[in-house]
């Protein structure tokens, strides 16, 4: 799997009106919900698929072990992408509701 694997969850388009809270697809008809749902079902294809390699690394069926790391490395990166960008929508969120006040 490669990084662009990534592309769908990485740069959204922002509609040039915010919308109902209760409508979630943006101006391109594109689900919000669905998306974040798709990048999380890739996030842990990618960690399944690195267990998967450790396990055969470690039982010695694994006949290159530079697969294991790569599969680890794009796991643990991807792992890193998803945190980044929540700690960034709780900021987001909380500097809204700051507004508010």
Same mark, same amino acid.
């Not at 974040?36 to 294809?45: I, T, V």
């Not at 690195?50 to 530079?66: E, F, I, N, R």
């Not at 599969?71 to 709780?90: F, G, H, I, M, P």
């Given at each position: 799997?490669?990084?662009?694997?990534?592309?769908?969850?990485?740069?959204?388009?922002?509609?040039?009106?915010?919308?109902?809270?209760?409508?979630?697809?943006?101006?391109?008809? @594109?689900?919000?919900?669905?998306?974040?749902?798709?990048?999380?079902?890739?996030?842990?294809?990618?960690?399944?698929?690195?267990?998967?390699?450790? @396990?055969? &690394?470690?039982?010695?069926?694994? &006949?290159?072990?530079?697969?294991?790391?790569?599969?680890?490395?794009?796991?643990?990166?991807?792992?890193?992408?998803?945190?980044?960008? *929540?700690? *960034?929508?709780?900021?987001?969120?909380?500097?809204?509701? *700051?507004?508010?006040?």
């Amino acid at each position: 799997m490669s990084i662009t694997a990534l592309a769908p969850i990485a740069g959204p388009a922002y509609p040039s009106s915010l919308g109902s809270v209760t409508d979630t697809a943006g101006a391109d008809g @594109v689900d919000f919900a669905a998306q974040l749902s798709s990048g999380l079902d890739q996030l842990q294809g990618l960690q399944d698929n690195a267990d998967k390699l450790a @396990v055969q &690394a470690a039982t010695g069926s694994l &006949a290159d072990v530079h697969d294991y790391m790569i599969a680890s490395t794009e796991a643990k990166l991807a792992t890193e992408l998803t945190v980044a960008v *929540r700690n *960034r929508a709780v900021e987001a969120f909380n500097e809204i509701m *700051r507004m508010q006040g």
